[in-house]
């Protein structure tokens, strides 16, 4: 009786013609609570990247969702299907988590652009990076606007440019071992100066 009640609520036998606005928008809060679940599922690192693995999921979910709303597919089943997708989202996460090969296989790889302030253009035209894009990405990755700043340049798995800067040259200075003295021994000849203390 209670199930009948909520078929005849959401219209489940109803097709996307004859779905009245009520029964959609009764859908659309079912459909709602149901993503957040699915999205509790994968976490919230997949709606947070850009690689082709999650970014796959997104209109995936976005799309197969939609359908329930609508009517356009059975509900319970539209329901399932995003749950199944879901869980094997989750399942190849797992995988590529403790296999580097299952990683590199659904992830990729990130490609180094530029390395030592120079621009390596077969990364650039295997990638369909133009150097104002590679450019443009030092701007926004790092504040710089010159290659002779970088150290290295990557194009990271999730599609987004970062750049390694090069250490500043007073940075470079203070880390250079300096040779201490002792302050009577200036000027001294050798045979003369204080021997050292360890």
Not at 33 to 44: D, E, K, N, P, S
Not at 140 to 159: F, H, P, Q, T, W
Request: charged residues 15%.
């Amino acid at each position: 009786m209670s199930f009948a009640w909520f078929s005849n609520l959401l219209e489940l036998h109803a097709g996307p013609h004859t779905i009245s606005t009520a029964a959609m928008c009764l859908r659309a809060v079912v459909v709602f609570f149901v993503a957040l679940g699915l999205l509790r599922v994968v976490g919230t690192r997949a709606f947070g990247s850009s690689t082709p693995f999650d970014v796959v999921l997104k209109i995936i979910l976005g799309a197969v969702l939609s359908r329930a709303v609508v009517a356009a597919s059975p509900f319970f089943g539209t329901l399932l299907a995003s749950a199944v997708f879901v869980v094997l989202h989750r399942l190849l996460a797992i995988a590529a988590y403790y296999s580097d090969f299952v990683g590199s296989l659904i992830k990729g790889e990130p490609t180094v652009l530029a390395q030592g302030g120079q621009l390596l253009k077969k990364q650039l035209s295997k990638t369909d990076i133009s150097e104002k894009d590679l450019h443009e990405g030092l701007r926004d990755a790092a504040n710089i606007d010159s290659l002779a700043e970088a150290d290295v340049v990557r194009l990271e798995r999730n599609g987004k440019i970062t750049v390694v800067k090069k250490p500043a040259p007073d940075k470079l200075a203070s880390a250079a071992p300096t040779l201490a003295t002792h302050p009577l021994s200036a000027g001294q000849p050798a045979e003369q100066r204080p021997a050292a203390f360890s």
